[in-house]
């Protein structure tokens, strides 16, 4: 059964800093894009950051120099995403999402798995 799990949200203050796991289990992600996305009250889901088999990596502009997505491709059933998020802002409240998927475009609806969810919250 394939599962992407993320973990390492909660509460930070502004220009903190969090880490975000999504361990993807379940089948081979090797050869699969994995894709960070977020969604807030006020905002429809939008891309974060997304980093694909060969290592090539793009983000959102607002996070660019912020955050660092980065993966480690264990045993073949097993990956592990990450997201370093630093200097935290207000605006990046949201919940997190990991997804994966098999294609080369990387939009919310090309993705094939999602997680559930990580809450980040960020306090004055």
């Known amino acids: 059964q394939v599962q992407l799990v993320e973990s390492g949200g909660g509460l930070a203050q502004a220009g903190h800093s969090l880490r975000l796991s999504c361990v993807a289990s379940?089948?081979?992600?090797?050869?699969?894009?994995m894709a960070w996305f977020r969604q807030s009250e006020e905002k429809e889901r939008e891309f974060v950051a997304s980093?694909?088999?060969?290592?090539?990596?793009?983000?959102?502009d607002s996070v660019k120099g912020r955050f660092t997505i980065s993966r480690n491709n264990g045993n073949n059933d097993k990956t592990i995403l990450y997201l370093e998020m630093n200097g935290l802002k207000h605006e990046d409240k949201a919940n997190y999402y990991c997804a994966a998927t098999n294609s080369r475009i990387l939009s919310a609806q090309m993705m094939e798995y999602w997680g559930h969810g990580t809450q980040v919250i960020v306090s004055s």
């Open positions: 980093i694909n088999w060969s290592g090539d990596i793009n983000y959102t």
């Open positions: 379940g089948r081979s992600f090797n050869e699969f894009a």
